[in-house]
Each structure stands twice: as structure tokens, then as C-alpha cells.
């Protein structure tokens, strides 16, 4: 039976469904993003039933449609926490080898330190400013308001990285990112967001 759920509260092996994506996507992992633009989101790892994968950014409190379960997503899982177990507990044994070979009289002797040069400073020089540079959603906004007209998320990204003024340091999935920024300022802005969905998938200035 399909039901809502935050993307918060996904588990591995929930078949979903998410916008821009043709039908059921398998979520393989789900994690939180604690560093770089997109902190705060959720990295979700999904697999089509062609077999393709596709990793994409989506808010904590988005919410997807779950339609079932794939059970054996999670018999994968336990097979490769097993294999993992098992590398570890070699690695373990191996350690106190490895110790006993690095204890010998050329390594218990201490390298010369090196003296750390450092470059004068110049006197009376003001550092530069450094120039701003626009955000993702930032750069979406501008460009919408240039064109005056909706466009796709994956338009977005390749007129902006055309035009300079924006282009995604990670280069994973840029265009996902940038639809789960819209729609999280959407939702939690109400009338004061930028954006509007005019159609599935494509967005234009409020």
C-alpha cells in the first residue's frame, strides 16, 4: 500500500518514487550531508530496475511516495557486513605483525627538523576582497528572471554553467541538488520563496 514518509524515515530496500525520475527507484542508502553547500540534506543512493544508479539531495523533511519493499536489498546488506567483518578481523591480526616490523633501529631514529621559512610579509599592502560568488539557488534565481520563463532543473544547471555563474563543485548530481534546494525553499518559505513548480520538473520565479 503506498504511503508518504519523510525522507528522513527511508530505510534500505523501500521502493519510492520521486519526481524527474521514471518509475520505482530503490533506495540503497540514505545518509545525512554534514559538510559543503548541501548540509543539512539527505544523500540518497537510488537503482532503477535497469540496474542504473543515481545519487541525489533531498531535504530531511521532504516527503516521497514509499510503494513497497525490495527484501532482497536487505539480504545484500548482511552479506556485505559479514565481508567487511571478516577483513577486519584480518587486518586486526596482522597489525601487531606489521608493528613488530617497523620497531627497528632506523625508524626509532628521529629525523632532523626541518626549520619552517616563512615568506615576509609586504609591507603596507591591503589583501584583496574576494569576489562573491553567487549559490546555486542564487544563480537559479537570476537566470530565471533573465530568461522569463520555466525551465528544468537540468537546464538550469548547464545555462548557468554557460553563462559563469555557477557551477557545481562536486559534480555529482548537480541538477537533482538544485531540485531538492527548490522545492525545500518552496515548501518552507510558502509565499516568500523565489520559485514556483509550474509543471513536473520545471520550475519558474514566483
Known amino acids: 500500500m503506498p504511503e508518504m514518509r519523510a525522507v528522513k524515515d527511508l530505510a534500505i530496500g523501500d521502493l ?14 540514505a545518509k545525512k550531508i554534514r559538510t559543503g553547500l548541501d548540509t543539512g540534506l539527505f544523500e540518497v543512493t537510488l ?18 511516495t514509499v510503494v513497497g519493499r525490495d527484501p532482497g536489498a536487505m539480504k545484500g546488506k548482511r ?14 591480526r596482522a597489525q601487531p605483525e606489521a608493528a613488530a616490523a617497523s620497531a627497528s633501529p632506523a625508524a626509532a631514529t628521529p629525523a632532523p627538523r626541518a626549520e619552517a621559512k616563512t ?3 609586504a609591507r603596507g599592502r591591503q589583501p584583496a576582497k574576494a569576489e562573491k560568488h553567487l549559490s546555486c539557488l542564487e544563480a537559479a534565481a537570476k537566470l ?16 548557468m554553467a554557460a553563462k559563469g555563474y555557477w557551477t557545481s563543485p562536486a559534480g ?4 537533482a541538488t538544485l531540485y531538492a534546494a527548490v522545492v525545500r525553499e518552496i515548501d518552507t518559505k510558502k509565499d516568500r520563496a523565489r520559485f514556483r513548480k509550474t509543471e513536473p520538473g520545471k520550475f519558474a520565479l514566483a
Open 16 to 29: 519510492i518514487q520521486v519526481d524527474g525520475f521514471e518509475g520505482d527507484q530503490l533506495v540503497r542508502k
Open 47 to 64: 537503482a532503477a530496475a535497469d540496474g542504473a544508479t543515481e545519487r541525489i539531495a533531498l531535504a530531511a523533511e521532504g516527503r516521497v
Open 79 to 92: 552479506r556485505s557486513q559479514g565481508k567487511a567483518q571478516g577483513k577486519a578481523k584480518t587486518k586486526a
Open 119 to 121: 615568506a615576509p610579509q
Open 144 to 159: 530565471l528572471r533573465e530568461r522569463g520563463q520555466p525551465m528544468t532543473c537540468p537546464e538550469l544547471i548547464a545555462a
Open 172 to 175: 555529482k548530481t548537480p541538477a
